[in-house]
């Protein structure tokens, strides 16, 4: 038998499955586009994600609308508040006595927290220092940074020691340490400080059923119808708790 080229060929070639060709260029083909997908999403998840990290950014500046009604609070000073500070700040005994005097609020507050009381403290007029604490001012106030008006003292050493005076009274009333707070009160400090909470040393002592220095403070002046922040008065107080006794000595003193 004889074999012409072309059988020869067809022979010696290696046969071929049927259709790989064509599969070959289909899984080519579909990874491409696999590949393009996948390429898309990423890119359109980073897009994404970096459109709703600039969304914060959007919102700041909504907070800024609410400082100017902060900002605008120290203005609702009277003129007569804004003097007492100028006062206490040049040492101006004569006006100050003269404002308090005339209902002037003691605890006024600048912008940044300072009230009469820490500025005489700061620069050390003991005589202005002394009316406002004879007229209520604030022992425990802060300034915006948290100085109080003890701290403001450092080098007053006489005002400090005033200052001190009020807030232990208020202590020793707490504590219900009569002997104590007669000394305080000996020296100088007066029975109406209060807290932050509005306590003071009557309402201490009446809480304590301490009959003595209930009576020894409203010799002293203590007022007997000042009230807590809560509203309690030392003659509520009394009844709330069926001091009876102390009831009647608040009620003789003009409580009611």
């Known amino acids: 038998m004889k074999f012409d080229e072309k059988d020869r060929q067809h022979l010696c070639s290696p046969p071929h499955p049927r259709g790989e060709g064509n599969q070959t260029s289909l899984s080519t083909t579909a990874l491409g586009r696999w590949r393009l997908v996948l390429a898309v999403t990423i890119l359109l998840a980073i897009s994404l994600s970096a459109g709703c990290r600039k969304l914060p950014a959007q919102s700041v500046p909504a907070p800024a609308t609410a400082s100017p009604a902060t900002a605008a609070k120290p203005s609702e000073r009277t003129a007569e508040e804004i003097a007492l500070m100028d006062a206490a700040i040049k040492g101006d005994t004569a006006a100050a006595k003269e404002l308090l005097e005339r209902g ?15 500025e005489a403290a700061y620069y050390g007029y003991t005589e202005i220092a002394t009316l406002l604490l004879e007229h209520g001012a604030d022992v425990f106030a802060r300034k ?42 000996d020296q100088g400090a007066h029975a109406n400080v209060r807290d932050p909470d509005g306590r003071t040393p009557l309402t201490e002592a009446v809480w304590n059923r301490n009959v003595e220095l209930v009576n020894l403070l409203l010799e002293r002046g203590a007022n007997p119808n000042t009230k807590k922040n809560d509203g309690a008065s030392p003659l509520s107080i009394a009844q709330g708790k069926g001091y009876k006794e102390v009831a009647e000595l608040l009620k003789k003193a003009g409580a009611k």
């Open 104 to 118: 002037t609020n003691p605890n006024t507050k600048d912008p940044d927290g300072r009230t009469p009381l820490t």
């Open 144 to 185: 915006v940074h948290g100085e109080t008006a003890y701290e403001m003292a450092a080098g007053h050493q006489e005002i400090a020691q005033m200052i001190k005076r009020e807030v232990n009274l208020l202590d020793a009333c707490s504590k219900s340490d009569l002997k104590l707070a007669k000394e305080l009160l």
